[in-house]
Nanobody
């Protein structure tokens, strides 16, 4: 069982930046064993894929609409995954979740085994 904790959400003006972090709450959980994904869910909408990074950080995937603004990275030594979000727009407002899974090129929520509780990102226009 892997317990994930997101942090870094908050209120930001349109055009601003935020960096989200995702760490394992249990030091015995090694995130380097997992593909890590970021998803988001806006009010009244389904959860959607944002980005993913493979086990060693050499490969990344992004939702097409977010390429160029969002960057996913990981520091396995710190057991932490990051999502850098730049040029934020009001439509980026959502709860952001990190997730751990075993499959690469996995874009659906059902492909991930463990989830954090989410962190709210609100972008004001």
């Amino acid at each position: 069982q892997v317990q994930l904790v997101e942090s870094g959400g908050g209120l930001v003006q349109a055009g601003g930046s935020l960096r989200l972090s995702c760490a394992a709450s249990d030091a015995r959980s090694t995130l380097s064993a997992y593909v890590m994904g970021w998803f988001r869910q806006a009010p009244g909408k389904e959860r959607e894929f944002v980005a993913a990074i493979n086990w060693n950080g050499a490969s990344t995937d992004y939702a097409d609409s977010l390429k160029g603004r969002f960057t996913v990275s990981r520091d396995n030594a710190k057991n932490t995954v990051y999502l850098q979000m730049n040029s934020l727009k009001s439509e980026d407002t959502a709860v952001y979740y990190c997730a751990a899974g075993r499959r690469w090129r996995a874009f659906a929520s059902r492909d991930y085994d463990y989830w954090g509780q989410g962190t709210q990102v609100t972008v004001s226009s």
